[in-house]
């Protein structure tokens, strides 16, 4: 497969702006300056927020694992609030600013004021697994 027809296919697979719907039906908030971060933390949930972009090869691959995952277990999507934050938008924002993300593709796990987990760079689908678990446990022991 062309390297351009991959890119497209994978982008329309994962992402469609602005609502963000993923296949399977799969939700995710895409964050804008109403901050949906701080709302769904507001009301006690746990967040798990993917600092991403559109043309970022690892950002896809990332977002594939989570795509498999999340339709694997509907546990995910029934208590954690997924967000996509366009790094190219808000890399320089307080959104990332504050919580010292150093670069696209880093996936964190918050609840409440505690940041749960981290993950930068990293396509290991057990690794991202393990974050979402870890979000997941957040979740349902509150």
């Known amino acids: 497969m062309k390297r351009r027809a991959f890119v497209l296919s994978a982008l329309g697979a994962c992402v469609a702006l602005p609502g963000i719907a993923l296949a399977g039906g799969l939700k995710t908030v895409a964050f804008d300056d109403s901050d949906p971060i701080a709302t769904a933390l507001a009301e006690g949930k746990t967040v798990f927020v993917d600092f991403t972009t559109d ?5 896809a691959a990332q977002d ?7 339709s694997a277990n509907p546990e995910y999507d029934a208590n954690i609030v997924f967000v996509r934050v366009d790094y190219d ?4 924002a307080p959104v990332a600013t504050s919580r010292n993300i150093p670069r696209r593709s880093t996936l964190i796990v918050l609840k409440g ?10 396509t290991s689908k057990s690794d991202i697994k393990a974050l979402m678990d870890t979000a997941l446990k957040a979740a349902t022991t509150s």
């Open 89 to 92: 938008k808000f890399g320089n």
């Open 55 to 59: 043309w970022c090869s690892t950002c």
């Open 113 to 122: 004021e505690q940041e749960l987990g981290r993950i930068v760079a990293g």
């Open 64 to 70: 594939r694992a989570m795509e498999a995952l999340r």
